[in-house]
Each structure stands twice: as structure tokens, then as C-alpha cells.
């Protein structure tokens, strides 16, 4: 167990549609990470918040945004869902941005 | 353009038939490379960080080097509870606290008793 959590495991939906995806970091990390797996593409990282704070960027899609709340946790939310976006959606933390990453157990998103 | 190649794309060992998988980078400055091993279905579990050319880190079964283009992942006398898909990622040399990772596609291990 990395002591980062994940809510939903699992989540089924409809194209078009919105969900929200919840992260809590281990206790005392400050970064917060966000990765999608695809069987294709293999692990691909989306976005990055450091202390409530967007750090950096990468392939993640208009449609698609986070946030990092307070007390730390984020949230990563998929909008206009398309066939697609079905993979797994991983959160990672770390104490701050420059050390180990320690993964969640995933969040399985199904696009119907 | 980064990039992180791993290969074999799938190995099959029987039980304490060691090998090597590798994982061959192309970078502009690199901060960590980082293996992990991940179970279907599951979240990466970290295993090692290398810093430097010439550094070796060892876990049980498991050995990981690296040189100035490519990291090896020794697995010595592998049992079938090795049987996994082991993902290799770079941090590049960013500074400050922006650290996300880019992975390679992973070598998927599968060991027959």
C-alpha cells in the first residue's frame, strides 16, 4: 500500500458525459500527479500541482481539468467524454516535485 | 524529442533463469531514472532510483544500473511472484518542483515455474 487512495475504482459512463476523479496524496506530500494508461500509449503524464498550485503541463486535453484543494487533495475532472478516454487514470505523489513518485491504485474509466 | 525506450516488450524466464531488461533513454538532461514494477490492473510500485552513471541499486532479486544512455533491470534466480510488467521512466532536468516522469512502455515478465 503507497498510502496514496483513489475514488472511484471503477467508473462506467456514457459519451458526452462528465465525471470527476479523487486523489489524496500521502500524508505530507505537497505534489500531486495525474497519469492516463492507455494499452497503446502506456503511461502518459497529464498534470502536475504542487501545494495547491498548477506545476506543470502535459498531454492533457481541453476537455480535461484538475484542481488541488487545501488540504491537499485533487481532483481531476473529464469533461464531453469520448470512446477514447476509456484507461486507467493513476495519481501519484510525492513530498515536493523533485523525488519519488508513489502511485494510487487507479481509477478504471469506461467510455460506453 | 525525450524519449524512453524499453525492451524486450515481453519476456517469458523459467523459474531461476536470470536475465537483463533494458531501458534505453535519449534526454536533455536527466534528473532520475526510476523503475517500477506494476501488477495488472494495479497502480506502478516504486522499486529503485538511479542518479548517476555508474550507480547500482539491489533488491532482493533485483539489480538496476545505469550508464549515460541506458539502464538495466538484472533479475537473478526469478521465481513466478516476479511475473510482472516492469515500467522504466525519466525525470528530466527541470529544476524546482516540477518532476513529472516519462515512462517507457515496460517489458511484461513472465516467469514459469
Known amino acids: 500500500d503507497s498510502g496514496v487512495t483513489q475514488t472511484p475504482k471503477h467508473l462506467i459512463t456514457a459519451t458526452g458525459q462528465r465525471v470527476t476523479l479523487r486523489c489524496s496524496p500521502r500524508?505530507?506530500?505537497?505534489?500531486v500527479y495525474w497519469y492516463q494508461q492507455s494499452l497503446d500509449q502506456g503511461l502518459q503524464f497529464l498534470i502536475q500541482?504542487?501545494?495547491?498550485?498548477?506545476?506543470a503541463k502535459g498531454n492533457i486535453l481541453e476537455r480535461f481539468s484538475a484542481q488541488q484543494f487545501p488540504d491537499l487533495h485533487s481532483e481531476l475532472n473529464l469533461s464531453s467524454l469520448e470512446l477514447g478516454d476509456s484507461a486507467l487514470y493513476f495519481c501519484?505523489?510525492?513530498?515536493?516535485?523533485?523525488?519519488?513518485?508513489?502511485f494510487g491504485p487507479g481509477t478504471r474509466l469506461l467510455v460506453l | 524529442e525525450d524519449q524512453v525506450t524499453q525492451s524486450p516488450e515481453a519476456l517469458r524466464l523459467q523459474e531461476g533463469e536470470s536475465s537483463s531488461l533494458n531501458c534505453s533513454y535519449t534526454?536533455?538532461?536527466?534528473?532520475?531514472l526510476f523503475w517500477y514494477r506494476q501488477d495488472p490492473g494495479k497502480g506502478p510500485e516504486f522499486l529503485f532510483t538511479?542518479?548517476?552513471a555508474g550507480e547500482e541499486k539491489e533488491k532482493e532479486r533485483l539489480k538496476a544500473t545505469l550508464t549515460k544512455k541506458e539502464s538495466f533491470l538484472h533479475i537473478t534466480a526469478p521465481k513466478p511472484e516476479d511475473s510482472a510488467t516492469y515500467l522504466c521512466?525519466?525525470?528530466?532536468?527541470?529544476?524546482?518542483?516540477?518532476?513529472?516522469?516519462?515512462f517507457g512502455k515496460g517489458t511484461k515478465l513472465s516467469v514459469k515455474p
Open positions: 500524508s505530507g506530500d505537497l505534489s
Open positions: 538511479l542518479y548517476s
Open positions: 521512466a525519466v525525470r528530466l532536468n527541470y529544476g524546482g518542483s516540477q518532476g513529472n516522469l516519462i
Open positions: 501519484a505523489s510525492s513530498v515536493q516535485g523533485q523525488e519519488t513518485q508513489y
Open positions: 534526454v536533455s538532461g536527466l534528473r532520475g
Open positions: 500541482y504542487y501545494n495547491g498550485e498548477e506545476r
